[in-house]
T-cell receptor, first 118, second 112 residues
Framework: NAGVTQTPKFRILKIGQSMTLQCTQD?????MYWYRQDPGMGLKLIYY???????DKGEVPNGYNVSRSTTEDFPLRLELAAPSQTSVYFC?????????????????FGPGTRLTVL | GQQLNQSPQSMFIQEGEDVSMNCTSS?????WLWYKQDPGEGPVLLIA?????ELTSNGRLTAQFGITRKDSFLNISASIPSDVGIYFC????????????FGTGTQLKVEL
């Protein structure tokens, strides 16, 4: 199993350009998440999905869009890149809690995409 | 948005020393988690805590879920060079996608 994979690893964008950050997991996880991590800070949730066809906003969704057409893929779209979106982006996935099992789940993180907007 | 307060921000210790760090929140959580992040990598789960008062160990790591459900601490005993990295706490409420709220991180540096 590859786990959670993200592409690209690095990207430099000009202001106003658009791009899609790719995230794929091969663990058949229902839940997927996108976070951003600014220097010296913890991770903040951008969007999440509890299953194919279902997405919801996290704490910092402005300037981003997501889609979830399959269980495996959860791409993050930036339409009009701004310098404030310079950050490291992490994708994560997890199983939902199983009734009678552990009360919560473990999120597995990808290696991240380092994005700079100039 | 809410962010957990984590302290200390950074620590510079000698190899073999014990390390303590903690995390506090203004609201309660059902689960507390501790992650470690190495440079250029995503966070990796170290310990998960599910009940108030719970004390859980993973090798040289020990973590506790505070009685009030608003705090947690992590201890590392007999630190070694590979303990270097950033440690994050995270709180989780069950339901609604099981979203995590992360702390600000504690950067650990170990001197040989």
């Amino acid at each position: 199993n590859a786990g959670v994979t993200q592409t690209p690893k690095f990207r430099i964008l000009k202001i106003g350009q658009s791009m899609t950050l790719q995230c794929t997991q091969d663990m058949n996880h229902n839940y997927m998440y996108w976070y951003r991590q600014d220097p010296g800070m913890g991770l903040k949730l951008i969007y999440y999905s509890v299953g194919a066809g279902i997405t919801d906003k996290g704490e910092v969704p402005n300037g981003y869009n997501v889609s979830r057409s399959t269980t495996e893929d959860f791409p993050l779209r930036l339409e009009l890149a701004a310098p404030s979106q310079t950050s490291v982006y992490f994708c994560a996935s997890s199983y939902p809690p199983i009734w009678g099992g552990a009360p919560t789940d473990t999120q597995y993180f990808g290696p991240g995409t380092r994005l700079t907007v100039l | 948005g809410q962010q957990l307060n984590q302290s200390p921000q950074s620590m510079f210790i000698q190899e073999g020393e014990d390390v303590s760090m903690n995390c506090t929140s203004s609201s309660i959580f059902n689960t507390w988690l501790w992650y470690k992040q190495d440079p250029g990598e995503g966070p990796v789960l170290l310990i998960a805590l599910y009940k108030a008062g719970e004390l859980t160990s993973n090798g040289r790591l020990t973590a506790q879920f505070g009685i009030t459900r608003k705090d947690s601490f992590l201890n590392i005993s007999a630190s070694i060079p590979s303990d270097v990295g950033i440690y994050f706490c995270a709180g989780q409420l069950t339901g609604g996608g099981n979203k995590l709220t992360f702390g600000t991180g504690t950067q650990l540096k170990v001197e040989l």
